[in-house]
């Protein structure tokens, strides 16, 4: 479970490969309640919406990047994989206490051990993930943007 430690930095978070698919743009997957399944209507979407949207493009654009990642680890990508626990009782609430929390010390200067996969985070689920909310991506210039924060817990 080494790996669950920056899972989101999403996830589990759940990011952008470079190439344009289906979920990074703004083609209509289908409506719930009249919004549209985009990206531009996430802040928008209600609690059914956002299901779906998370059913229909946010785990099928984020599943093969994590187990692109590490296929033992992540054969098995879902609702529990970002939001743990709490997806099978239906709490879906970000930062998650079910991924390992993180401090900026660690993100910006991991042990050995977490390299691979927090760089991994940095480079594919991190600017994914705030495509697929419709954010930009966290850096000091856009506090608001989207980060490793809005999935993992910040250490004390």
């Known amino acids: 479970m080494k790996h669950v430690f920056v899972v989101s930095a999403l996830a589990a978070a759940l990011a952008a490969c470079g190439s344009k698919s289906k979920s990074e743009t703004t083609t209509d997957t289908g409506t719930t309640s009249g919004v549209a399944l985009t990206a531009e209507n996430w802040a928008s979407m209600d609690l059914d919406t956002r299901a779906k949207y998370m059913d229909e493009v946010v ?15 992540f054969a098995k990508v879902d609702c529990a994989t970002c939001h743990g626990e709490g997806a099978q009782t239906g709490d879906f609430e970000m930062p998650s206490p079910s991924l ?39 850096t000091p210039e856009t506090p608001d943007g989207f980060g490793c924060f809005g999935c993992h817990p910040m250490a004390q």
């Open 100 to 138: 390992d929390a993180l401090s900026p010390e660690m993100i910006m200067n991991p042990d050995e051990d977490h390299k691979a996969i927090t760089e991994f985070m940095m480079a594919q689920i991190k600017p994914t993930m705030a495509k697929l909310l419709g954010k930009p991506e966290y």
């Open 59 to 73: 785990v099928p654009t984020m599943a093969p990047l994590f187990s692109g990642f590490d296929a033992q680890e």
